[in-house]
């Protein structure tokens, strides 16, 4: 039985989390629909593979910017540090921008596409796709931005309405494509998806700067952009390997059996299981903020990850090794028999992904809420690491290349966790050892 001040704790917790985490399911049932919608368009096989490969190099691009929203929860206190962290943003948003040019060289996408082994009519989908997602990284770097301002001031169901704004526009977007126009599926879906982020960016503009942010008091020190570069490199590099994984991966699966279909699966298997990591990925703001107010809540924190994340991991081992996951392939996601024969081995092997999730959110938070972010760096390259060795052994040993995707992503995500425990552990107890018996009350 709670407690009456537990009880008011995890409702504090909920009542800024639940928003987050409704954005984030929001967010991942676009990839189910445009998989879907590719899926039963032309050339199929073919398509999905080439909007999985152009979806890979997107985040990749998009990994100096993704790490915003928390650089803004953090540091966004005042006027002074709003102009700062916007000025940053431009600076990254330009930088994502242009590395996002550089592939589009035709010699230089000449030799990537050939180091993936890629054939030329998915080479091809492929260069149109990345052409129209051009606009993709600095429209969710601008988004993350401005939704970090909202998180930090607790307007966590506005950044909600703006992801409301995403799916309602990628959902006419994409069915208007599909049914009216003769566009192929992979460029379809990276239309959809530009259209999509551009018009979220907008709402989130529009709703991060109807926030009044106080006026810098003359004992705050001033967010100067070393400060902000400090705080954020560690950061910027740990998305930037870690969304790198992405191509590698894709590399590699070129290189193991069955590599097209298993390029065609892939979005598949991620858009599911993105439906079930969305609580994690919204949990790391949700601490960072908390743990901003009052170290009272750490306990609390890590007792709602571990619950909530073993909750989520046993509603999808449920989905994973029952009929319905059968069901789900061939009706909503529309694949054919050969895709969902080598879909569900791989699918079985990510059931303990969403309890690592939301363990790792916590643990990453209470390294960002020391300054330690480069504790974060480390342990994503030793996750990264574990990524590489993994999917070496498997293309060697000729494993399908979806399966072998998995398993490395899972013996990565273990590695990563533990070593996040590993060095968190002491700063963890000295957190405890100073925290008051009762903090601040916190509005919410």
């Excluded at 909007?51 to 966004?76: C, D, H, R």
């Excluded at 930088?95 to 230089?108: A, E, K, R, Y």
């Excluded at 930090?152 to 309602?168: A, C």
């Excluded at 379809?188 to 106080?214: H, K, Q």
Aim: hydrophobic share 50%; glycine share 4%; with cysteine.
């Amino acid at each position: 039985m709670l407690s009456k001040k537990k009880k008011t704790i995890y409702k504090a917790i909920l009542s800024v989390w639940y928003p987050l985490t409704l954005t984030w399911i929001l967010m991942s049932v676009e990839g189910p629909i445009l998989t879907a919608l590719i899926a039963l368009g032309a050339n199929p096989t073919e398509n999905l593979a080439a909007f999985g490969v152009s979806y890979a190099f997107a985040l990749l691009f998009e990994s100096p910017v993704i790490m915003l929203i928390t650089a803004s929860t953090k540091l966004t206190e005042n006027k002074q540090s709003y102009r700062s962290m916007l000025n940053f943003t431009h600076l990254l948003c330009g930088l994502s921008v242009f590395l996002h040019l550089f592939l589009l060289i035709p010699s230089v996408y000449a030799t990537v596409a050939s180091a993936l082994n890629l054939t030329d009519p998915i080479a091809k989908r492929v260069y149109t796709s990345l052409c129209y997602l051009l606009p993709w990284a600095p429209a969710i770097g601008y988004r993350r931005f401005y939704q970090g301002i909202l998180i930090r001031e607790h307007q966590t169901k506005r950044v909600m309405q703006g992801t409301m704004v995403r799916l309602i526009t990628l959902l006419a977007t994409g069915f208007y494509l599909f049914y009216f126009t003769s566009i192929e599926g992979a460029e379809f879906g990276a239309i959809t998806l530009s259209v999509a982020v551009i018009c979220e960016a907008f709402m989130a503009c529009l709703l991060g700067r109807s926030i009044v942010l106080p006026k810098k008091r003359e004992a705050t020190p001033e967010l100067t952009f070393k400060k902000i570069f400090h705080f954020y490199h560690p950061l910027a590099l740990t998305s930037f390997i870690a969304l790198g994984t992405q191509p590698f991966v894709t590399f590699m699966v070129s290189y193991c059996t069955f590599a097209l279909d298993s390029l065609a699966v892939l979005p598949v298997i991620n858009g599911i299981t993105l439906l079930f990591r969305c609580i994690g990925l919204s949990y790391q703001e949700v601490c960072v903020t908390f743990m901003n107010k009052s170290k009272r809540y750490l306990d609390h924190l890590q007792e709602m990850a571990l619950i909530c994340g073993s909750i989520l991991s046993l509603v999808y081992f449920i989905l994973a090794y029952t009929p319905l996951i059968n069901m789900w392939l061939k009706n909503l996601s529309s694949l054919q028999d050969n895709l969902v024969n080598l879909a569900v081995p791989a699918i079985r092997l990510m059931f303990l992904i969403p309890v690592l999730g939301t363990i790792l959110a916590y643990k990453r938070s209470i390294a960002l809420h020391i300054n330690k972010s480069t504790i974060i760096s480390s342990t994503i390259l030793l996750e990264v690491f574990g990524i590489i060795a993994t999917m070496a052994v498997m293309a060697y040993l000729k494993f399908p290349g979806a399966f072998a995707a998995c398993l490395a992503i899972i013996i990565g995500r273990l590695i990563g966790v533990w070593s996040l425990q590993f060095f968190t552990k002491g700063y963890a107890e000295a957190l405890r050892r100073t925290t008051r018996e009762a903090g601040p009350r916190v509005e919410v």
